[in-house]
């Protein structure tokens, strides 16, 4: 192996003068996590109503959430970014598509709309699974109850639900966070981004991908962690583990 | 909205497209599944050995590859393996690649993690009698993973096998990131000459959702027929 390593590389200034290389990677960090956190916002929010949509009674509101589901799900990520960024401003009227084009941070925030949508098709099937796995007989108390349908979702069907899609949930933020790298195609600095940068600018290629790779890894088990403890705290009492027991005569 | 959509773009285009660019695509998706899977198998086998030596490494290595993003492997792989050459041909210097290399390198050995998480739910589906009975009938542990426990956890593991294949597809496309000529890097590409991103990108995101969507059917299809009735 002929490659020069150079540890203290971190702690030299990058080219933008004020920072060094461990600031500029720990800024990136930064965006990776404000992106991956308001596009898990955004997934959250139209993944529950998506997936409440594809199990109401309704064929038409069951119809439009599989086809959300599954235009969201069969076009990979870095294209829907691009429709996003490239096209969208492109398709509007004139003066919103040059108001689009000229925010402050359009990379970020058009990310944080392709990333939400891109999930919020998984996190619906998810919603959709756990009220498929939630007894009929929930539902209909809660309409023998007087409850309104709308009602019967937000005090009986989604609250059981959630706690029972949590470990899934947790892996599919976790993807979240990592498909934010996506976002460097659009111009978006964030950690993949910045350490791609600063193999660029000081040619320290393997200092800079394993700093981004530890990082990863500890947002990983951060997350892991935060959530098992989360889950353990709203596992449903008697539904995990074994199967409830059937009552005989 | 598409009074001034230049289909004629497209059309042109359509053989750089689809003969250089998807050719591209669909050979890497071929090959890093095939891989994948091999690798992943093995990967699997490694975990469920029961031998310290061989499933820490293992767990290792796939809970390392599902932890960090696949753009910031593609980077990796493409830096590291003209070292990885340098060091198996004992050459005198890195050994130059070509993108085709790099990417496949990287699609084999980063979606090996998840076949081997799938391969390892697969084995994990067999009957534990089924393992009994073939040492009980005198097959060594080859003998009964390649004749018994693996053509079972294949069948049974089918369709999810093809999802991950599906997504292994969508996922190629981040080939983007090394300037490489894939399907969506040729119409990159002429988006960009010809001044055509609307109708460049849009007819890239149909491409992409019909070959994604029709293979997902099928797999349902196949999902439902080769179901073995317990």
């Known amino acids: ?249 | 909205m598409f009074s001034n959509f230049d289909f004629d773009v497209i059309i042109r285009s359509l053989p750089y497209l689809f003969y250089d660019g998807m050719t591209f695509t669909l050979t890497l998706t071929a090959l890093a599944t095939i891989g994948g899977i091999i690798f992943g198998t093995l990967l699997a086998l490694m975990r469920l050995s029961g031998l310290a030596p061989l499933s820490l490494p293992a767990a290792g290595y796939v809970n390392l590859m599902r932890s960090v993003p696949l753009v910031l492997m593609i980077f990796w792989f493409y830096f590291l393996v003209p070292f990885i050459g340098q060091w198996i041909t004992g050459a005198s210097r890195p050994i130059q690649v070509g993108a085709f290399m790099s990417s496949l390198v990287t699609f084999t050995l980063f979606e090996a993690a998840y076949f081997s998480e799938i391969m390892r739910a697969g084995i994990q589906s067999v009957a534990r009698g089924q393992v009994g009975a073939a040492q009980a009938l005198g097959m060594t542990y080859v003998q009964t993973m390649s004749y018994i426990v693996l053509p079972q956890a294949f069948r049974n593991m089918m369709p999810v096998l093809l999802t991950q294949t599906i997504i292994l597809f969508q996922d190629t496309s981040l080939v983007y990131v090394l300037s490489i000529t894939d399907f969506l890097g040729a119409a990159s590409k002429i988006a960009q000459r010809d001044g055509r991103l609307v109708e460049m990108y849009l007819f890239a995101a149909v491409v992409y959702f019909i070959i994604s969507f029709a293979a997902s059917l099928l797999v349902r299809r196949l999902q439902s027929r080769i179901a073995i009735i317990r």
């Open chain 1, 1 to 249: 192996m002929n490659y020069n390593w150079n540890w203290g590389i971190f702690f030299q200034t990058s080219p933008d003068g004020v920072h060094t290389y461990l600031e500029t990677l720990l800024l990136g960090t930064g965006w990776t996590l404000a992106t991956a956190l308001a596009a898990w916002c955004l997934a959250l929010t139209f993944g529950s109503l998506v997936g409440v949509a594809r199990t109401t009674p309704y064929p038409w509101l069951a119809r439009f959430g599989q086809a959300y589901v599954e235009l969201f799900r069969n076009i990979p990520l870095l294209v829907q970014m691009f429709l996003w960024y490239f096209v969208l401003p492109e398709v509007l009227p004139v003066h919103v598509g040059d108001w689009l084009k000229q925010l402050p941070d359009a990379s970020f925030y058009t990310a944080v709309v392709a990333l939400g949508f891109y999930t919020s098709a998984r996190v619906a099937e998810q919603v959709r699974a756990g009220i498929l796995s939630l007894a009929r007989g929930q539902q209909m108390a809660a309409l023998a109850l007087g409850l309104t349908q709308p009602q019967s979702y937000l005090y009986v069907l989604l609250p059981m639900a959630y706690r029972i899609i949590l470990p899934p949930l947790t892996s599919e933020f976790l993807n979240c966070i990592k498909n934010s790298s996506v976002a460097l195609t659009i111009g978006l600095m964030e950690l993949t981004a910045r350490a791609r940068a600063m193999q660029e600018m000081s040619f320290q290629v393997f200092e800079a991908f394993t700093a981004a790779t530890v990082i990863y890894i500890v947002i990983n088990i951060a997350v892991t962690y935060g959530m098992r403890w989360i889950e353990r705290y709203a596992a449903v009492p008697g539904l995990l583990g074994a199967p409830p027991p059937v009552a005989t005569h």
